[in-house]
């Protein structure tokens, strides 16, 4: 049941506030964690409250005298696998009802913004990073999720772990100014606009006009004109059936007609140069 205000009294006051998000880290090297995660934005949102990070040794869980957390591949092969009863028994101690575990692997889901957001809102991330050849394939059962950075082979689950770490982070309420992570790439499914400070000319490179006009709705124009410009250059494959306002197709119009202008007026200037060179080698 909801508490309702007393007289007077401010009803934000009463309204619950969000709990804190918790993430623990499953890994072989605390190490290569902790001063990174200690450091800049995700060291401000723990000082905050907004989130707590604990990092910890898989090796607590291992087994035997020797807290073995890994062995070799039955069928032969080069390199070992980490073993399912450590991570188990890791799970079976740090796992609640509202967690999600999510398995670092090459082999799954490509982590995106969509993620971050989802996973910013939920209350409890346990993380696991494995390291050698990969886990024992039993393990993946006891995941909720299995996420990649991309399609390359790290020597572990940590960086990822730190990406993914650092983009849910900053993703939570109060992390960071809330209109930062509104205009960021990804967000709106495009790349973000180029951005400029001083000086206004650098190396004969200066800052658009528009940028200095004070007119703000000249500048929200040019930025998502050229936020447009910026994805249909380096990542058309945003633009594959991303629903667009009728603003956007318009702009992105002009961007395809500009570009290719640019493109052929390029192709005209490298053609006459080619023709200048080949007529000076004749002579």
């Known amino acids: ?121 939920r209350p409890h991330l346990i993380l696991l990073c494995p390291r050698y050849e990969g886990v024992d394939e039993r393990i993946r059962a006891l995941a909720d999720v299995e996420l990649s950075i991309g399609d390359y082979v790290l020597s572990g689950g940590e960086i990822p772990a730190l990406v993914i770490v650092d983009t849910v982070l900053r993703l939570l309420p109060g992390a960071i100014d809330a209109e930062s992570t509104a205009e960021e790439s990804f967000t709106a499914g495009l790349l973000e606009y180029p951005q400029y400070t001083r000086p206004p000319v650098f190396r004969d490179m200066a800052v658009p006009a528009v940028l200095t006009s004070g007119h703000h709705e000249a500048v929200r124009k040019w930025r998502l004109k050229e936020s447009l410009r910026r994805t249909w250059r380096r990542r058309p494959d945003l633009l594959e059936d991303r629903p667009m306002s009728r603003e956007e197709a318009k702009l992105l119009a002009e961007v395809s007609h500009e570009e290719t202008v640019a493109a052929a007026d390029a192709a005209e200037v490298d053609a006459a140069q080619a023709a200048e060179q080949a007529e000076v080698e004749r002579r």
């Open 1 to 121: 049941m909801t508490a309702e205000p007393a007289a007077g009294e401010d009803e934000a006051a009463v309204k619950p506030r969000r709990q804190s998000l918790e993430i623990e880290i499953l890994t072989l090297f605390p190490a290569m964690l902790q001063a990174p995660l200690a450091e800049s934005i995700p060291g401000r949102v723990q000082a905050r409250g907004l989130a707590t990070i604990r990092v910890h040794d898989m090796r607590h869980w291992g087994l035997g005298r020797h807290k073995s957390v890994d062995d070799y591949t039955y069928g032969g092969g080069a390199g070992m696998v980490l073993r399912p009863e450590p991570v188990a028994a890791a799970l079976d101690e740090l796992r609640r009802p509202d967690s999600t575990v999510i398995l670092m692997d090459p082999g799954g889901e490509v982590f995106g913004q969509a993620r971050g957001h989802d996973l910013a809102a």
